[in-house]
């Protein structure tokens, strides 16, 4: 996948490049709104990770250049603003979604590979780890060639998994992925864990060994094996 | 009492102590003036009647009532003088009073010889200059008080009413408000330096309020960026190997940490702009459609906490509301039943034309409910709660002519929302 970070500031970007450069993820970064527009123009990506917020002109005109001239590159929109005229302009002029600072780098990881499965080509949308095969376009899942059936949180929990293997999930980053900004609403997070349970017992049925690894006491982890 | 008012009863205060001063010296002058002309009304008529002595009138037709003369001899060897007195005779046609009178009593030398003549005169008594005197005044000071009253009415209308407009200014000014006060204009001096420093104190308040007012706004929003850093840097410090569990519950801490302080910056910030009334209410929105989408989306977390959820809403209640605040003011609410439950709670949410009434289980409120309306004011169980939720629902409420009461009682807390009447 390749990326364009158009943000301001360096550490963030260090940040998500960071994060991301683990993954098969080619991360480009531009600092204004001048330089991004030469690469726009020069380059073409697969996504664009968009701030609303630069210093010398406004990301909603960086998006309608890029919207004319490459209307296949994916647009995330990532914006200190919570301003619902920005959100709904921005998904008006054809950002794909839009995640408001701060953010876990892991659902925005998430986010990107949604929009990336989405907009790629027919037969690109299935995701294998494993034994386990995913199909992004029916949501069928499948394990070791049986289907299994998930319920829609089993299923996202599954995908949010796959996206980010290898790394650390907390029960509060699964916790808001699954049911949004307001789940600190609720007292603890042990409902996660019975997602989890019944997760681990579906994919078991299809023989499968063993991939999500508890943190004791902290979140999960989606390993290799 | 009025500045005018004051001035004009200071003033009559001084007229009645100018007068009564006034009227006594009258009174003497008038006296000694009268004194001073019968005097020489006698004094004329002894010369005229030393003239007639002197062309040979006889004595006998010049006496007659009040004037007698008497021959004293010739060469004599006495003082010529004149002696004025004052006397009393008995009235002329009055039985029985008496009345004051002037006499001259003088020794004259007309050629040679030496007469005594004795005149006397009505004199105006004291009593009637007095009465004269009281007269007046009591009629100037009349006129006076008449008069200073209409000037006092007149000046109140027109020299203060530059004042009251000024007064009326700066009573309607609004430390809010986009605009410098505006004052009227005035040619009088004092009041031109009252609007010039009243701008100029107006003015500072603005601009010191503006300048907090954007810090504020600034700070919440600034403050997003190097959180957001800080956090993908624990995400990153997450992923390094090797880690123990305790290296890791200290980053999960510290994440915990920093997501309050961000959902508190987004708090302060959002109650600034619905301070600086960035939301605008264009027209009526469908309040109920917001409402069920708000229930809608929490039923679920409400589940998972095992809050039934009841709701009765009418459809179609309209309200003139932003419908970004509407979403804001619902979902506040939803959260706090949820947030301040039970176990085996419920929630339950009514609306109609009337208003919102949002009901929940809860233990009881440990600080006054109309307290919990205030910033960082909360009940002491609740930990995770930022104690902002009600105010900006407060504050939502205060700046949309809706009002919002909160009740406790048999365990049910009660949060209702009044939609205005006038709609």
């Given at each position: 996948?390749?990326?364009?970070?158009?943000?301001?500031?360096?550490?963030?970007?260090?940040?998500?490049?960071?994060?991301?450069?683990?993954?098969?993820?080619?991360?480009?970064?531009?600092?204004?709104?001048?330089?991004?527009?030469?690469?726009?123009?020069?380059?073409?990506?697969?996504?664009?990770?968009?701030?609303?917020?630069?210093?010398?002109?406004?990301?909603?005109?960086?998006?309608?250049?890029?919207?004319?001239?490459?209307?296949?590159?994916?647009?995330?929109?990532?914006?200190?603003?919570?301003?619902?005229?920005?959100?709904?302009?921005?998904?008006?002029?054809?950002?794909?979604?839009?995640?408001?600072?701060?953010?876990?780098?892991?659902?925005?990881?998430?986010?990107?590979?949604?929009?990336?499965?989405?907009?790629?080509?027919?037969?690109?949308?299935?995701?294998?780890?494993?034994?386990?095969?995913?199909?992004?376009?029916?949501?069928?899942?499948?394990?070791?060639?049986?289907?299994?059936?998930?319920?829609?949180?089993?299923?996202?929990?599954?995908?949010?998994?796959?996206?980010?293997?290898?790394?650390?999930?907390?029960?509060?980053?699964?916790?808001?992925?699954?049911?949004?900004?307001?789940?600190?609403?609720?007292?603890?997070?042990?409902?996660?864990?019975?997602?989890?349970?019944?997760?681990?017992?579906?994919?078991?049925?299809?023989?499968?060994?063993?991939?999500?690894?508890?943190?004791?006491?902290?979140?999960?982890?989606?390993?290799?094996? | 009492?009025?500045?005018?008012?004051?001035?004009?009863?200071?003033?009559?205060?001084?007229?009645?102590?100018?007068?009564?001063?006034?009227?006594?010296?009258?009174?003497?002058?008038?006296?000694?003036?009268?004194?001073?002309?019968?005097?020489?009304?006698?004094?004329?008529?002894?010369?005229?009647?030393?003239?007639?002595?002197?062309?040979?009138?006889?004595?006998?037709?010049?006496?007659?009532?009040?004037?007698s003369i008497e021959h004293l001899g010739d060469h004599l060897q006495i003082d010529?003088?004149?002696?004025?007195?004052?006397?009393?005779?008995?009235?002329?046609?009055?039985?029985?009073?008496?009345?004051?009178?002037?006499?001259?009593?003088?020794?004259?030398?007309?050629?040679?010889?030496?007469?005594?003549?004795?005149?006397?005169?009505?004199?105006?008594?004291?009593?009637?200059?007095?009465?004269?005197?009281?007269?007046?005044?009591?009629?100037?000071f009349l006129i006076l008080g008449v008069g200073m009253l209409i000037a006092s009415?007149?000046?109140?209308?027109?020299?203060?009413?530059?004042?009251?407009?000024?007064?009326?200014?700066?009573?309607?000014?609004?430390?809010?408000?986009?605009?410098?006060?505006?004052?009227?204009?005035?040619?009088?001096?004092?009041?031109?330096?009252?609007?010039?420093?009243?701008?100029?104190?107006?003015?500072?308040?603005?601009?010191?309020?503006?300048?907090?007012?954007?810090?504020?706004?600034?700070?919440?929003?600034?403050?997003?960026?190097?959180?957001?850093?800080?956090?993908?840097?624990?995400?990153?410090?997450?992923?390094?190997?090797?880690?123990?569990?305790?290296?890791?519950?200290?980053?999960?801490?510290?994440?915990?940490?920093?997501?309050?302080?961000?959902?508190?910056?987004?708090?302060?910030?959002?109650?600034?702009?619905?301070?600086?009334?960035?939301?605008?209410?264009?027209?009526?929105?469908?309040?109920?459609?917001?409402?069920?989408?708000?229930?809608?989306?929490?039923?679920?977390?409400?589940?998972?906490?095992?809050?039934?959820?009841?709701?009765?809403?009418?459809?179609?209640?309209?309200?003139?509301?932003?419908?970004?605040?509407?979403?804001?003011?619902?979902?506040?609410?939803?959260?706090?039943?949820?947030?301040?439950?039970?176990?085996?709670?419920?929630?339950?949410?009514?609306?109609?034309?009337?208003?919102?009434?949002?009901?929940?289980?809860?233990?009881?409120?440990?600080?006054?409910?109309?307290?919990?309306?205030?910033?960082?004011?909360?009940?002491?169980?609740?930990?995770?709660?930022?104690?902002?939720?009600?105010?900006?629902?407060?504050?939502?409420?205060?700046?949309?002519?809706?009002?919002?009461?909160?009740?406790?009682?048999?365990?049910?807390?009660?949060?209702?929302?009044?939609?205005?009447?006038?709609?």
């Amino acid at each position: 996948m390749k990326l364009l970070i158009v943000e301001d500031q360096q550490e963030l970007v260090d940040n998500i490049q960071a994060y991301l450069s683990r993954g098969d993820v080619v991360c480009e970064a531009a600092r204004n709104f001048a330089e991004a527009q030469d690469r726009l123009i020069s380059f073409t990506y697969d996504i664009v990770l968009l701030d609303l917020m630069l210093p010398d002109g406004s990301g909603l005109n960086l998006l309608r250049l890029l919207k004319r001239m490459n209307p296949e590159t994916g647009v995330l929109i990532i914006s200190a603003k919570n301003a619902l005229d920005d959100k709904i302009k921005g998904l008006e002029l054809g950002a794909d979604d839009y995640l408001t600072k701060p953010f876990h780098l892991s659902e925005l990881n998430a986010r990107l590979n949604a929009i990336f499965r989405r907009r790629r080509q027919q037969g690109h949308k299935v995701l294998e780890h494993g034994c386990i095969r995913i199909d992004t376009d029916t949501r069928e899942v499948t394990v070791s060639d049986q289907p299994i059936t998930l319920t829609v949180k089993e299923y996202e929990l599954l995908l949010f998994f796959i996206t980010n293997k290898n790394r650390v999930l907390t029960k509060q980053v699964i916790a808001e992925h699954l049911w949004g900004d307001d789940v600190d609403l609720l007292d603890s997070f042990d409902f996660v864990y019975q997602h989890i349970k019944n997760l681990r017992k579906k994919i078991a049925i299809g023989g499968c060994e063993e991939h999500i690894k508890t943190i004791y006491g902290l979140g999960y982890k989606f390993t290799n094996r | 009492m009025n500045l005018i008012a004051k001035t004009t009863v200071f003033y009559l205060l001084v007229s009645v102590l100018v007068f009564g001063i006034g009227g006594y010296v009258t009174y003497h002058v008038v006296e000694t003036e009268v004194i001073k002309e019968t005097d020489f009304a006698l004094y004329d008529e002894v010369q005229d009647m030393a003239d007639d002595i002197r062309d040979g009138i006889p004595l006998e037709i010049l006496r007659r009532r009040r004037a007698s003369i008497e021959h004293l001899g010739d060469h004599l060897q006495i003082d010529t003088f004149y002696r004025f007195t004052d006397t009393i005779a008995p009235h002329p046609y009055r039985e029985g009073e008496t009345e004051p009178y002037r006499k001259l009593e003088a020794v004259k030398e007309v050629d040679g010889s030496f007469y005594h003549i004795t005149i006397t005169d009505v004199f105006i008594e004291s009593d009637d200059i007095y009465d004269v005197v009281v007269e007046i005044i009591w009629r100037l000071f009349l006129i006076l008080g008449v008069g200073m009253l209409i000037a006092s009415f007149l000046v109140t209308r027109w020299l203060l009413t530059p004042f009251q407009r000024i007064l009326s200014s700066i009573r309607g000014f609004n430390i809010k408000q986009s605009e410098p006060l505006a004052l009227p204009e005035t040619t009088t001096r004092e009041f031109r330096q009252l609007n010039a420093f009243v701008s100029a104190m107006t003015e500072r308040a603005r601009r010191d309020f503006r300048t907090v007012r954007e810090f504020s706004e600034n700070a919440s929003h600034e403050m997003q960026t190097p959180l957001s850093i800080a956090r993908g840097k624990l995400e990153l410090l997450q992923e390094t190997q090797p880690l123990d569990q305790e290296q890791l519950r200290l980053i999960d801490d510290a994440q915990t940490a920093l997501r309050r302080l961000s959902k508190l910056g987004s708090a302060l910030l959002l109650l600034t702009k619905i301070e600086n009334h960035e939301f605008r209410a264009q027209h009526k929105i469908d309040f109920s459609a917001i409402v069920n989408a708000c229930i809608d989306n929490f039923e679920e977390l409400a589940m998972l906490r095992g809050l039934p959820v009841k709701r009765d809403v009418n459809p179609g209640v309209k309200v003139a509301l932003d419908p970004t605040l509407a979403d804001v003011l619902v979902s506040n609410l939803v959260r706090n039943a949820i947030r301040h439950n039970q176990e085996d709670g419920a929630i339950e949410v009514y609306l109609d034309h009337e208003g919102l009434v949002i009901r929940n289980t809860g233990a009881s409120p440990t600080i006054p409910t109309r307290d919990l309306f205030k910033r960082f004011r909360k009940n002491q169980q609740s930990e995770k709660s930022m104690g902002l939720g009600l105010a900006i629902v407060k504050k939502i409420c205060d700046t949309n002519r809706l009002s919002v009461n909160y009740e406790f009682q048999d365990g049910w807390h009660e949060i209702s929302v009044i939609f205005p009447t006038n709609v």
